[in-house]
């Protein structure tokens, strides 16, 4: 579960980023987090995972009183999140298999949990084929799909899609949205910043629309034009 409870969060440039936002998301909901650059969704994705401390309100997520959270306790937090990046992240020198076996190194896992697991994830998404694989060898879409085989391969409550289709085609788009809704209908709350308001309108799901900091809308039924974005 992820709250927010008329949460503010204001830089030291003067930039107030989000202003008295009050949100709830339940466990197992998809969400779509839209609304124009500088609108406050990086910020307040941002509060989710710890990389920004709220200047006053409360973020809860998994239980986690973010604003009472040790430093010690950010890594158990982050944990049960994967995390999609617009842009991979992948390592070029690391094959598909240890792209995606690299956050299980991070937290610790046996090299006989890492064998078992790895090629399954990677199975989900298509690429089993291409284990050995590096990510120049490979399409734009496949290096997301890698991302997402990274951000699953934990076994993550939540994860969180920051503009996942943002550096691919309309349809590998389509795919990459298919594969989160699927791993959302066994359970995984999943959240998605997105601009793309095709994908939106096709996937139908809750929209929370941010607008200069502050939640204007939350909707199941979305009725937004791309060009309000």
């Known amino acids: 579960m992820i709250e927010f409870r008329d949460v503010h969060k204001s830089y030291e440039t003067g930039v107030e980023a989000l202003r008295g936002v009050n949100v709830k998301i339940d466990d197992g909901e998809f969400v779509f987090i839209v609304g124009a650059s500088g609108a406050g969704k990086s910020t307040f ?8 401390v709220a200047t006053s309100g ?7 009183k973010l604003s009472k959270l040790k430093r010690r306790q950010i890594p158990y937090l982050r944990r049960s999140m994967g995390i999609v990046f617009q842009d991979f992240r992948l390592i070029n020198t690391m094959s598909v298999f240890d792209n995606a076996a690299f956050a299980m190194r991070v937290v610790g896992a046996s090299q006989r949990d890492i064998r078992r697991r790895v090629p399954y994830i990677l199975g989900l998404v298509g690429l089993q084929h291409k284990s050995k694989h590096y990510p120049p060898e490979l399409s734009g879409g496949e290096q997301q799909r890698v991302g997402l085989a990274r951000a699953l391969v934990n076994n993550p409550s939540l994860i969180i899609a920051d503009e996942p289709t943002g550096n691919i085609d ?12 699927e791993i959302n209908r066994h359970g995984t709350t999943v959240l998605v910043v997105t601009h793309d308001m095709e994908l939106v309108r096709r996937f139908d799901r809750r929209v929370i629309r941010i607008e200069d900091g502050l939640v204007t809308s939350d909707t ?6 791309i060009s309000e974005i």
């Not at 994705?45 to 920004?52: C, D």
């Not at 309309?170 to 809704?181: A, D, R, T």
């Open 170 to 181: 309309p349809e590998m788009s389509k795919e990459i949205m298919e594969l989160l809704v």
């Open 45 to 52: 994705m941002k509060l989710i995972t710890r990389e920004e």
């Open 220 to 225: 199941k039924e979305p009725e937004v034009e």
């Open 58 to 64: 409360e973020v809860i997520v998994s239980n986690f």
